[in-house]
């Protein structure tokens, strides 16, 4: 028995298997993880701020928070998933050096953004009261 050929992909068809990715494309896809997860810490940070100001919005800030919580911990996982992908391509000892360092570091916040998204989850289901500051000292008192 033989074995058909496969035939070859006719000019202008794109071939069934995509090129590998380049070391660069895994460095791009790692800092934009990155860019993503400072993003979604901000967006954290806004929702917190919003809550001070109006403690109405308690439970949607706090909805908002924990879904931030939930991206930051993905994204910092992407971020790490690349770098490894990135030391898969072999890099010089210095560049190899930088990315367990930078793995290292990425492993740091994502366990301090678990414990964010922990905390968040813990004062919406608990109903905790979370510290707000006075804001009556800075509105006009009447004469």
């Given at each position: 028995?033989?074995?058909?050929?496969?035939?070859?992909?006719?000019?202008?068809?794109?071939?069934?298997?995509?090129?590998?990715?380049?070391?660069?494309?895994?460095?791009?896809?790692?800092?934009?993880?990155?860019?993503?997860?400072?993003?979604?810490?901000?967006?954290a940070l806004a929702d917190y701020r919003a809550f001070q100001i109006s403690p109405s919005m308690k439970?949607?800030?706090?909805?908002?928070?924990?879904?931030?919580?939930?991206g930051m911990v993905f994204t910092l996982g992407g971020a790490m998933h690349y770098g490894d992908l990135l030391l898969a391509t072999r890099p010089a000892w210095y560049w190899r050096w930088l990315l367990i360092t930078q793995r290292r570091l990425l492993m740091l916040a994502q366990?301090?953004?678990t414990a964010l998204f922990l905390a968040i989850l813990a004062a919406m289901i608990f109903d905790l009261k979370i510290p707000t500051p006075d804001y009556s000292m800075y509105l006009p008192s009447d004469p």
């Open positions: 028995m033989t074995q058909a050929a496969i035939p070859a992909p006719s000019p202008g068809t794109l071939p069934l298997t995509p090129a590998p990715a380049t070391a660069r494309q895994h460095l791009l896809n790692n800092w934009l993880m990155i860019a993503f997860s400072v993003a979604l810490a901000a967006a439970v949607q800030c706090l909805i908002a928070g924990i879904a931030a919580g939930v366990l301090a953004a």
